[in-house]
T-cell receptor, first 114, second 113 residues
Framework: NAGVTQTPKFQVLKTGQSMTLQCAQD?????MYWYRQDPGMGLRLIYY???????DKGEVPNGYNVSRLNKREFSLRLESAAPSQTSVYFC?????????????FGPGTRLTVT | GESVGLHLPTLSVQEGDNSIINCAYS??????FIWYKQESGKGPQFIID?????DKRQGQRVTVLLNKTVKHLSLQIAATQPGDSAVYFC????????????FGPGTSLSVIP
């Protein structure tokens, strides 16, 4: 099993450009998440999908959109990138939502917006 | 405001010694706490969790202690090894937040060989 995979690993964007971060999991998990991690701060939840067909906003959703394409895939889109979106983005999945289900994280995408 | 934070941003320990990483939380409504380990260039990895109705839980070489009176959480690593060098995050989950886990800023553990 590959677990949680993310593409790309690195990306540099100019302000105003758009891009989609891809995430896939092969563990048949129902719940998927997108986080961002900034220096000196913990991970902050951007969006999550409790199950296929549903998405909900997390702590910092502004400037992002998500799509739960199917049970395996959950993408994050930046429509008009801003320097404040420079960060490391992590996708995670868990069997079900809620605290008793361990979240498995991907390796991250390092995004720089100039 | 509600927050989960760490007392020490960095910690250096000698190989073989025990490590203690501390965490404070402010929301007494939190009922579930989790410790994650993040190695350089990788995503966080679950270590151990504890529910608010417990005050201690042990895993392999790790122990988590919860003191609800002072809203304090700690992670103890026995016989610290070089492979334990990483950033450690504590996180809380609030009963009403269902899927939302709030992470602290993390503390960096360096193991001196």
């Amino acid at each position: 099993n590959a677990g949680v995979t993310q593409t790309p690993k690195f990306q540099v964007l100019k302000t105003g450009q758009s891009m989609t971060l891809q995430c896939a999991q092969d563990m048949n998990h129902n719940s998927m998440y997108w986080y961002r991690q900034d220096p000196g701060m913990g991970l902050r939840l951007i969006y999550y999908s409790a199950s296929e067909g549903t998405t909900d906003k997390g702590e910092v959703p502004n400037g992002y959109n998500v799509s739960r394409l199917n049970k395996r895939e959950f993408s994050l889109r930046l429509e008009s990138a801003a320097p404040s979106q420079t960060s490391v983005y992590f996708c995670a999945s868990s069997e079900l939502g809620g605290p008793k289900y361990e979240q498995y994280f991907g390796p991250g995408t390092r995004l720089t917006v100039t | 405001g509600e927050s989960v934070g760490l007392h020490l941003p960095t910690l250096s320990v000698q190989e073989g010694d025990n490590s203690i990483i501390n965490c404070a939380y402010s929301n007494s409504a939190s009922d579930y706490f989790i410790w994650y380990k993040q190695e350089s260039g990788k995503g966080p990895q679950f270590i151990i969790d504890i529910r608010s109705n417990m005050d201690k839980r042990q895993g392999q070489r790790v122990t988590v202690l919860l003191n609800k009176t002072v809203k304090h959480l700690s992670l103890q690593i026995a016989a610290t090894q070089p492979g334990d060098s990483a950033v450690y995050f504590c996180a809380e989950n609030k009963k009403t937040s269902y899927d939302k886990v709030i992470f602290g800023p993390g503390t960096s553990l360096s193991v001196i060989p």
